[in-house]
């Protein structure tokens, strides 16, 4: 799933016309490098959640076919539901397995391979129900949002330990089933988890980018243009 449903306030005014995923970088919207991506790492079917300017995004990207996947979309009323409550809503597109979620508005050169110990022996008291990226935080958030125990289990320690989330995690539906539907954040749900030892995670030492401004939109896009990063 691509969570491609914010308003992308601090992109204004660039997304007062476009939705943030089909904002481009060298030659392509964000969107086209994650789905590429999915491709190439095996994945045959994505689930994108609409929701400002949505109608943009499926008469952009189809049905998938030209990516060489299936694309379905979950449109979300105005204002959106939040990450939570937005894969709450697609669960019954999602199945019953463990899946990818990544963040719509991030260029990040993971190969997307799932952990060895997916979210998936819920019969197990203790098994993860969330596979979580960390990265190393960058400069506009040097807090941090979790940190990685040294059992690959992640914590919400405080202290320079913390790494930042990447926006890039695999996740149960058990997780997301009990929700009422409507909006809620991702936070409080991942929290809970983590409390309970059942959030996984790994550090990843790649290249990974929030585009979250107009200004980070077009160092990639200088980057993308001068270096051999366009590959991903």
């Known amino acids: 799933m691509i969570l491609a449903a914010g308003r992308g306030e601090r992109m204004r005014p660039l997304t007062d016309e476009r939705p943030k995923p089909l904002l481009e970088a060298g030659g392509k919207p964000l969107i086209v490098w994650t ?3 999915l491709a190439r790492a095996g994945f045959g079917e994505v ?3 609409t929701a400002h300017l949505g109608e943009q995004i499926p008469r952009r990207l189809g049905d998938g076919s030209a990516f ?3 694309i379905r979309y979950s449109p979300e009323p105005a204002g959106a539901l939040e990450t939570a409550g937005g ?3 697609a669960l019954p597109l999602l199945g019953p397995e463990a899946f990818l979620v990544i963040n719509g508005d991030i260029w ?9 110990r997916l979210p998936g022996a819920i019969e197990e008291h203790d098994a993860p129900l969330a596979h979580l990226v960390l990265v190393d935080n960058p400069p506009q958030h040097p807090d941090g949002d979790f940190a990685l ?3 690959g289990r992640v914590t919400t320690d405080t ?3 913390r790494l930042t989330f990447s926006g890039i995690g695999w996740y149960h539906p058990t997780l997301f089933a009990s929700l009422e539907p ?3 954040p991702l936070g409080p749900v991942l929290r809970e988890a983590i409390a309970q030892g059942r959030v996984s995670g790994e550090h990843y030492l790649g290249d990974w980018r929030d585009i979250g401004t107009p200004q980070r939109l077009a160092a990639l896009d200088r980057d993308l243009a001068t270096t051999d990063q366009g590959l991903m």
Do not use: M, T, Y
């Not at 990040?108 to 060895?116: A, E, F, G, I, M």
């Open 35 to 37: 789905l590429e991506r």
């Open 68 to 70: 060489g996947l299936k």
């Open 182 to 184: 409507g909006r809620r």
């Open 108 to 116: 990040c050169d993971h190969p997307l391979v799932p952990p060895s």
């Open 87 to 89: 894969i709450r809503q």
């Open 159 to 161: 202290g320079p330990e």
């Open 149 to 151: 125990g040294a059992d």
């Open 47 to 49: 689930i994108i959640n």
